[in-house]
């Protein structure tokens, strides 16, 4: 199928060579003939699969940093995509501008825009009309030059500037995306301009992209009609021809699209292209470029990766450090100018490069130092055998070679130009069962962060190799496991250390079985499985190829048998009495064997004499003789696009599993067979049909075999999104772990084209329900905290603030037709309606008592893409414990904003930040309400003028939430499937108590956390082994005495005691626990002396609601009381219990929050 961008090439070629007048521009009639075949019926798949969606993640994440937007769209057809985003952010759009040269286009667009009596506009909320100008977007030079008119206001400026539609006609690109951005606001920060382009290859001329994404599945599909073809080809071809040559170029263009359209048996009536799309996102740092070529030199010449796809982007550029400070200046320029990196080692995979990203080329660091084993510094660098530390530069061939003339070797892969992807992200070659995987060899390295640009080294790295002001992380634990295995990700890595292993000879021997039919392939594998790799010793190992040549179905047998005391002797194996006698049989040393690779030297005549491109991914199999699994690979093998294309099964099992999944990164480890599905076509069909169908066929096999695999091999996988689910089972169990690390390892994303790691929402989404009387000044308020998340350092935290009143409004407005817009935006309309919407609402919630409910749960669901939700405008007395259940994977939190009378008197008359205040749970009487709140949420007094405070109220409230040490105190919360009985997922939280370190972060953090004053703390008290674990160390930290709750008859007399029921856990575990008593000492707290009340859980409220009866009867009441748990479980509505049995008033904080028991 030949994309629409090499039709538009051989359409053009066509004309040329046979016409003999000029070409004609196209008309706006011909031009919207073509454009509506375009995008109608399949075309608009690439809208609704792509361009909408991206686009309204990018308007969502401008959102964070602003409540409306103002738009430019350059030539945005008869109708804006604008149209097609959700309605919550239609409905922010308040300017909207376009540049639309085509008449016919432009009025049909104003026609679109306008609202009627029918009809809402769908850009509902703009304060003008829409401007669409008639013409053409011109570059600066042309207007000033008077070749373009000067359209409006030059200083106009926009949040975004989109141009939809591939940038038709602009030459040169680069230069109008530079207009463009000189259009964008200065403030607030973060206006971009957007291009959906189609054809990957978009060349900017060293523009760097801030963001991109691909949609390489984008087909067209036009219907096979002469018209048709007619109005497309020119459309496609962008002009057409006049006089004599109109027939004759358009008979010759039918037959052009015809040849080189594809053919569907489900669409017998059409024929299709592929129209890949790309997005490339440019903010003010687009430019950025010559900054950082000015500390790091470019490559010299033309780099020429290895990898063909690749070689088709066209990247900003790609930089070539020489030394470590390089590397960091690099990482520095990214994070500075909020762009990401690509980095090349052996450039083998297609993602080395990027589409207007910078590619940071590792070639400068080539070289290879073989150690003597031992200490070092007082380190054990190695035990036995040498180490060798390798730069990120080396490839496979020449580490093998190096080595092996000091006798030793590393267990890697089989193409010797491979580099660092490998040994980064697992590297399986035939030493794997013997001694494992790559990665498993790396006992240290050295890594630029990408999130402070330091250079640490982690694990055993020889101080001669440190390089100056190398030091270890924080997290060197955590970032030495993340290397083995998935350390494309999380660093820029200089430098690996490995192990070695005595270098070995090894004896090859193959066998070629031809296969007559689909059974007999079937048995074939499962003797070659069954029979002979799995009574293979772990220094042989067995490759299997399903492939097609001379006519038939063949499986290609290799065995590799290792030996390290250089006898020749080769190990009988059953392979003899199966299949015969191998075809040859020779004993080869590490450099030598690259060459016995059966795809090399036998298949296919050894691959065109490498005259191939490739392209490949690899799941992992287990039984492969199996019926089920053989029959799928045979099949694989039958529906192969081109004869070249093959099945490689590589043998594991061995040292491969004797490691645990979550040892390291590299998370599956159980399997038979690495299989590699390879798409093979000859050299010369680079990027046609042949080429296109082949990498089809990759992703058909590794789609079907992926239900039956034990998990899929990440090298290989990148951006494209065909490989999201194929990186959902790369890692095996480790993906949450990764998914964490890659969040605080490298926050901004720089590294953002590697193997894909899925984008985890904070350890938990924060949401604030901002309350308080009206004028207080909660909407005010709630922007100043949301700035303060997107601000906070080294976080990239994404925040809103939703009204929740919103949704009532627009009820109210259609039941009763008042003015949706002025409800929303003008206070003197809002107060005119205010009683009539206070009734409203109370009539609606008789009617629908789970409205509130409902309402909150469409405002959370509607911000599913935030880490923090500010919600406005809520009704709810004592929200957190009414509504938290509701939303258990989150914390839940209220900050009540208090102000005076007086002050809210003058905001009322002064000030209109605050312009939401219809959700004061006050109600009619807000004026005039005076008593104090009968529960205890957080209180932000705001009195003050100025933003400071609120700052500050972030900084030592709002903020401490996404503090790693938190983060790090969940991940020690182990979870535990089928406790206390099956189907209950157990946390663990005491057991934080016996992680190294885990009883120390915990008791700081709970004083840290705890939001009253310690110093007039009377005591800690606690009851029951978990409180009394996290209650004694934290009364020893904060200097108060502990006071001892203890069951009924442990204490001494005089005691006061009261009924306790089962905890949560213990009636989970047995459905007849009774209840108990417990009892505390009668006189050792003074009345009304303040109590901090510590236990690790909050999920019932039984076991602390006994607790606070007990501390009243002996004269504490619930305001002198604060609870602080470690973990709290909303689902079981603990806050609800204690609300309900006269304790709301208790200040309760806890440190983690769990959605489940
Ligand atoms: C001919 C051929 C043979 C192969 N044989 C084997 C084999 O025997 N065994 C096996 O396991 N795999 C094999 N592979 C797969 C190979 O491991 C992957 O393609 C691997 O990603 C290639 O790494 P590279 O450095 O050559 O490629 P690159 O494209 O340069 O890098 C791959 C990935 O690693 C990242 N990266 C590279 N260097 C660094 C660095 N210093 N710091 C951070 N990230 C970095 C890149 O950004 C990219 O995401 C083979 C592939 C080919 C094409």
């Known amino acids: 199928m030949a994309t629409l961008e090499s039709l538009k090439r051989a359409l053009r070629q066509k004309a040329k060579a046979i016409a003999s007048t000029p070409e004609q521009p196209l008309s706006d009639t011909e031009y919207g003939a073509g454009f509506d075949i375009l995008v109608g019926d399949s075309g608009w798949m690439t809208y609704q699969d792509f361009i909408v969606p991206q686009l309204s993640q990018l308007l969502i994440a401008l959102l964070t940093s602003r409540i409306h937007i103002s738009v430019l769209e350059i030539g945005p057809g008869p109708k804006s995509v604008l149209g097609y985003i959700p309605d919550h952010l239609r409905q922010k759009v308040r300017k909207y ?55 409006g206001n030059d200083d106009e400026r926009y949040d975004i500037v989109l141009f939809c539609h591939s940038m038709y006609g602009m030459k040169p690109k680069r230069k109008f995306i530079e207009r463009a951005l000189e259009m964008l606001v200065e403030r607030p920060q973060g206006g971009m301009v957007v291009v959906f382009h189609r054809d990957v290859a978009l060349d900017l001329d060293g523009l760097v992209c801030h963001l991109t994404a691909s949609f390489p599945a984008g087909v067209v599909r036009v219907l096979n009609e002469d018209k048709v073809l007619d109005c497309f080809a020119p459309f496609v071809a962008g002009f057409t021809m006049q006089n004599v040559d109109v027939d004759k170029v358009r008979y010759e263009w039918r037959k052009e699209c015809r040849a080189l359209g594809r053919r569907e048996e489900a669409h017998p009536d059409h024929i299709l292209f592929s129209a890949p799309n790309i997005m490339a996102v440019f903010t003010q740092h687009a430019t950025a470029l010559p900054e950082l070529t000015a500390q790091v030199p470019l490559i010299e010449g033309d780099k020429l990766v290895k990898n063909r796809e690749a070689r088709l982007y066209s990247p900003a550029s790609i930089i070539r450090p020489t030394d ?6 690099c990482v520095q320029w990214a994070l500075k100018h909020r762009v990401g990196l690509t980095v090349v080692g052996g450039g083998h995979s297609g993602h080395c490069l990027w589409p207007n990203v910078v590619s940071v080329d590792m070639g400068a660091f080539d070289q290879i130092h073989i150690l003597p084993a031992g200490l070092d510094g007082g380190d054990l660098v190695s035990d036995s055998d040498p180490l060798v530390v390798v730069e990120a530069g080396c490839k496979v061939g020449n580490i093998i070679r190096k080595t092996m003339a000091a006798g030793v070797t590393v267990p890697l892969g089989a193409g010797p130009g491979v580099g660092a992807g490998l040994w980064l992200q697992g590297g399986i070659g035939h030493l794997a069962r013997c001694h494992g995987l790559t990665c498993d060899a790396i006992i240290g390295a050295v890594v630029v962060s990408v999130d402070s640009s330091q250079v640490f080294y982690v694990g055993c790295v020889p101080s001669q190799h440190r390089p100056a002001g190398a030091v270890r992380p924080k997290n060197e634990s955590d970032m030495l496991w993340a290397i083995k295995g998935a350390g494309t990700n999380f660093g ?33 594998l499962n003797d070659f499985d069954n029979l002979f790799a799995r009574e293979l010793p772990r220094n042989c190992s067995a490759d299997a190829y399903l492939y097609w040549d001379a006519g038939r179905m063949q499986l290609g047998v290799t065995l590799f048998e290792s030996s390290t005391t250089n006898s020749t002797s080769a190990t009988p194996t059953p392979g003899g009495v199966i299949w015969g006698s191998e075809g040859d049989c020779k004993v080869v040393d590490g450099v030598e064997l690259f060459e016995t690779e059966m795809y090399v030297s036998g298949m296919h005549g050894g691959h065109g004499s490498g005259k191939t491109s490739s392209f490949k991914r690899c799941l992992f199999l287990k039984r492969i003789g199996e019926a089920n699994v053989a029959d799928r690979l045979v099949a694989a093998v039958e529906s192969r696009p081109s004869p070249l294309c093959y099945l490689h099964l590589l043998q594991g099992g061995g ?90 390892l490298d926050p901004h994303n720089v590294l953002a084209y590697a193997c894909p790691l899925p984008k985890t929402p904070l350890e938990q989404k924060l949401i604030i329900l901002v309350t308080g009387k009206s004028c207080a000044g909660k909407d005010y308020c709630a922007d100043v905290w949301v700035s303060e998340f997107i601000k906070c350092p080294n976080k990239s935290i994404t925040a809103r603030v939703v009204s929740i009143s919103d949704a009532i409004k627009r009820d109210y407005a259609t039941a009763t037709g008042a003015d949706l817009s002025r409800l929303l935006l003008d206070r003197a309309y809002k107060e005119q309606h205010r009683p009539e919407l206070t009734m409203f609402f109370e009539e609606q919630v008789r009617q629908r008592p789970r409205l509130p409910e409902e309402n909150f749960l469409n405002v959370v669901n509607g911000a599913a893409d935030v880490d ?32 005076s009378e007086q002050t809210r008197r003058i905001r009322r008359g002064y000030h209109d930040g605050d312009n939401n205040d219809d959700g004061n749970k006050d109600g009619k009487t807000s004026e005039s309400n005076l008593t104090p709140l009968n529960y205890s949420p957080l209180i932000f007094n ?39 009985r099956p189907g209950i997922g157990f946390r663990h939280v ?35 082994v978990g409180g009394i674990v996290f209650a004694s160390a934290l009364a020893s930290q904060v200097g108060v005495p502990l006071l001892l709750i203890r069951e009924a008859g442990k204490l001494p007399p005089p005691a006061v005691s009261v009924a306790k029921p089962p905890s949560n856990i213990s009636s989970l575990a047995s459905n007849n626990e009774n209840e108990k008593r417990i009892e505390m000492a009668r006189d050792v707290i003074p009345r009304g002396a303040p109590v901090v009340v510590v236990d690790d859980v909050l999920a019932s409220g039984k076991t602390l609601c006994a607790v606070l009866e007990l501390l009243e009867k002996t004269g504490i009441v619930a305001e002198d009381v604060s609870i602080m748990v470690v973990a709290e479980f909303p689902v079981h509505r603990g806050r609800e219990l204690l609300r309900q049995r006269g304790f709301g008033r208790v200040n309760i904080q806890s440190l983690l929050v769990f959605g489940g028991e």
């Open 868 to 899: 923090v939700l500010v919600i406005t405008g809520m009704r709810e007395e004592a929200p957190v414990a009414a509504l938290s259940h509701l939303v258990p994977n989150s914390r839940l939190l209220e900050v009540h904003v208090q102000a």
């Open 492 to 524: 820029i890595v200089v430098s690996v250390a490995f192990r070695t292993y005595a270098a070995p000879t090894y004896l090859t021997r193959n066998w070629v079985l031809p296969l007559s039919d689909n059974l007999d392939a079937r048995l074939r």
């Open 324 to 329: 470590v400070q390089q590397i960091q200046q």
């Open 655 to 744: 040292a491969v599993g004797d490691i645990a999944a979550d040892a390291t990164a590299f998370g599956c480890r159980e399997w038979d067979f690495a299989c590699v599905i390879t798409g093979v076509w000859p050299r010369d069909q680079d990027s046609t049909e042949v080429a296109q169908s082949a990498v089809r066929w990759v992703y058909n096999v590794a789609g079907d075999l992926l239900s039956l695999s034990s998990g899929v091999y990440g090298a290989d996988l990148g951006p494209d999104p065909r490989d999201a689910a194929l990186a959902a089972k790369a890692f095996g169990p480790n993906l949450p772990r990764l998914a964490r690390l890659k969040r605080s």
């Open 97 to 151: 501008t376009a540049f639309e040269p085509n008449d016919l286009f432009a009025t049909r667009l104003e026609e679109w825009l306008c609202c009627t009596s029918e009809t809402e506009s769908p850009l509902p909320h703009l304060e003008n009309p829409p401007n669409i100008h008639r013409i053409p977007f011109a570059l600066k030079d042309k207007i000033e030059s008077g070749v373009s008119t000067r359209i």
């Open 942 to 980: 705001n009195d003050t003028t100025g933003n400071e405070e609120a700052k500050r109220f972030a900084k030592h409230y709002l903020l401490p939430f996404f503090h790693e040490e938190l983060q790090r105190l969940a991940s020690m919360v182990r979870l535990i499937p089928d406790f206390p």
């Open 990 to 1024: 005491l057991g934080i108590s016996q992680q190294p370190g885990g009883l120390v972060l915990c008791t700081s953090l709970l004083r840290k956390h705890f939001t009253n004053d310690w110093a007039k703390v009377y005591a800690v008290a606690c009851c029951e």
